[in-house]
């Protein structure tokens, strides 16, 4: 073999893209459970209150905690305290003391969907859907980029 390295930089060429692609692939699941609320929504801060948890046959997916304005009221500031599940749940790893970033419907605030998570301890994830989207275009545009430069 005379040139060893072009072997091996169309193969991390290779990896670069397929990594891309399987993140693209997630974040775009998980950026498609945001579709879930119907409508853009109203951006807020809370907290995940309750983690997943199970009794006996029932398993109860995990809450937050969010404050918003109250039922037929969209106008009133947000004072009213809901501890709800998210209707994208399954998208997300919910740890109790999480903060989150939630949309809820500004017509029924009770309606709630988790934009992104924000963990600060240590060996836990955080998550967000854009983030992870220019992560993904990036290691495809990378990859494409070494293999184009392999040849020239």
């Given amino acids: 073999m005379d040139q060893p390295w072009l072997t091996i930089t169309l193969i991390m060429a290779a990896g670069a893209v397929a990594l891309g692609i399987s993140i693209l692939r997630l974040a775009l699941g998980r950026r498609r459970a945001l579709h879930r609320l119907g409508v853009r929504g109203v951006r807020t801060r809370g907290e995940v209150a309750r983690n997943a948890r199970r009794e006996g046959p029932t398993i109860h997916p995990p809450q937050v ?88």
Avoid at 109 to 136: C, E, F, I, Q
């Fill in 65 to 152: 905690r969010y404050k918003a304005p109250p039922v037929d009221h969209p106008d009133a500031p947000p004072t009213q305290t809901y501890r709800r599940t998210p209707l994208n749940h399954e998208s997300h790893p919910l740890s109790a003391g999480v903060p989150v970033v939630l949309r809820y419907d500004p017509r029924d605030p009770r309606r709630v969907v988790v934009a992104h998570t924000k963990d600060g301890r240590p060996g836990m994830v955080s998550y967000s859907a854009g983030a992870n989207l220019t992560w993904g275009v990036f290691f495809v545009l990378f990859g494409v980029a070494m293999g184009v430069w392999a040849f020239i």
